[in-house]
Nanobody, 127 residues
């Protein structure tokens, strides 16, 4: 059985920072693509970031480059999304998703390439 749990969402003021975590369990291989997606109100699901568990290679959507940073702690089976300089348009439900093909990050794969999803965590950026 495989499982993904996100946490760390909440309310933050514009310009503030927040860190999300994604804990996985039941995965037996060393190399996976772990992506962050988000769905803002009234908008389609959007890919935000991706990290490869084995070598730490990362990808970022243009809208978050320079503001968001993904990292991993494989000893804890955890991936983090560090968010800074947050904007109201970053408000969304953020999802962690894991795919079995590590090349999914390099290829900027869409949501259908990821097999296991967390429940989502709400991030609200507002004054």
């Amino acid at each position: 059985q495989v499982r993904v749990v996100e946490s760390g969402g909440g309310l933050v003021q514009p310009g503030g920072s927040l860190t999300l975590s994604c804990v996985r369990s039941g995965f037996t291989l060393d190399s996976y693509a772990i992506a962050w997606f988000r769905r803002a109100p009234g908008k389609k699901l959007e890919g935000v970031s991706c990290i490869v568990t084995s070598d730490g290679e990362t990808y970022y959507e243009d809208s978050v480059k320079g503001r968001f940073s993904a990292s991993r702690d494989n000893a804890k089976n955890t991936v983090y999304l560090h968010m800074s300089s947050l904007k109201p348009e970053d408000t969304a439900v953020y999802y962690c998703a894991i795919g079995g093909d590590p090349s999914s990050c390099d290829s900027h794969a869409g949501a259908d390439e990821y097999d296991t999803w967390g429940q989502g965590t709400q991030v609200t950026v507002s004054s």
